[in-house]
């Protein structure tokens, strides 16, 4: 069955940039768009951004100036790359697949930004 | 941008009772919903999407209805594990938003 599992620092410093990947199983990561979305401590599901099988993207516009979504293809992974971070981006970190909504899950991953 | 909310924010509810979330759109979304359950320290699970259709696997006691701007979820008779968060979701375009949540507890 499909899964998805996110990979990264756990802690990251001010004003440096988040990098997570989302490792793709059971499925090519060509046949599907792709999403990330974080959820603060104790707070609601905030969506960051799609990248399309096209290859195209979008982001969610409070984010756009900082955050970049790519596609390895060849390792079935995507990425998420978050630029000059502060303590409101400490959160958990999902990767999804989108499909009539967002249907499978990876397992998140915390990542505290922190000095 | 169009904005989700839901209501309420939290209830409390016994096991076998029947509850209905709403949720809103600040404008018109067809039937581009969907529905997620999120228990404590785990990702958000699809329950729902176009509104009304249920995901493979989840439990025939869960509903979803409505279009446009209006939609609820029901779960016709509440079991154990079903007390968590509910969130719903427009994805008919960009930005693609959550509402803000309804926390189920135990009354």
Same mark, same amino acid.
């Given at each position: 069955q499909?899964? +998805? $599992?996110?990979?990264?620092p756990?802690?990251v410093?001010?004003?440096?940039? +988040? ?6 199983? #059971?499925t090519s *990561?060509?046949f599907?768009? /792709?999403t /990330?979305?974080r959820?603060p401590p104790?707070?609601g599901v905030? /969506?960051i #951004?799609? *990248?399309y ?14 955050v970049? *979504?790519?596609v390895?293809?060849?390792r079935n $992974? @995507?990425?998420?790359? +978050?630029?000059?971070?502060?303590? !409101?981006?400490? !959160?958990v970190y999902y ?5 009539d909504?967002?249907?499978?899950w990876? $397992?998140g991953t915390?990542?505290?930004v922190?000095? | 941008d169009i904005q ?19 949720c809103?759109?600040?404008?018109g979304i067809?039937?581009y919903?969907?529905?997620? $359950?999120?228990?404590? #320290?785990?990702?958000?699970?699809l ?14 006691? @869960?509903?979803?209805?409505?279009s446009?701007t209006? @939609?609820?979820?029901t779960i016709?008779s509440l079991?154990?594990?079903d ?8 994805y008919?375009?960009?930005?693609f ?11």
């Amino acid at each position: 069955q499909v899964q +998805l $599992q996110e990979s990264g620092p756990g802690l990251v410093k001010p004003s440096e940039t +988040l990098s997570l990947t989302c490792t793709v199983s #059971g499925t090519s *990561i060509s046949f599907y768009d /792709w999403t /990330w979305v974080r959820q603060p401590p104790g707070k609601g599901v905030e /969506w960051i #951004g799609n *990248i399309y099988n096209s290859g195209s993207t979008k982001y969610n516009t409070s984010l756009m100036s900082r955050v970049t *979504i790519s596609v390895e293809t060849y390792r079935n $992974q @995507f990425s998420l790359n +978050l630029r000059s971070v502060t303590a !409101a981006d400490t !959160a958990v970190y999902y990767c999804a697949r989108v499909v009539d909504g967002f249907d499978i899950w990876g $397992q998140g991953t915390m990542v505290t930004v922190s000095s | 941008d169009i904005q989700m909310t839901q209501s309420p924010s939290s209830l409390s509810a016994s096991v076998g009772d029947r509850v209905t979330i709403t949720c809103r759109a600040s404008q018109g979304i067809t039937n581009y919903l969907a529905w997620y $359950q999120q228990k404590p #320290g785990k990702g958000p699970k699809l329950l729902i999407y176009a509104a009304s259709t249920l995901e493979s696997g989840v439990p025939s006691r @869960f509903t979803g209805s409505g279009s446009g701007t209006d @939609f609820t979820l029901t779960i016709s008779s509440l079991q154990p594990e079903d007390f968590a968060t509910y969130y719903c979701q427009k994805y008919n375009s960009s930005p693609f938003t959550f509402g803000p949540g309804t926390k189920v507890d135990f009354k």
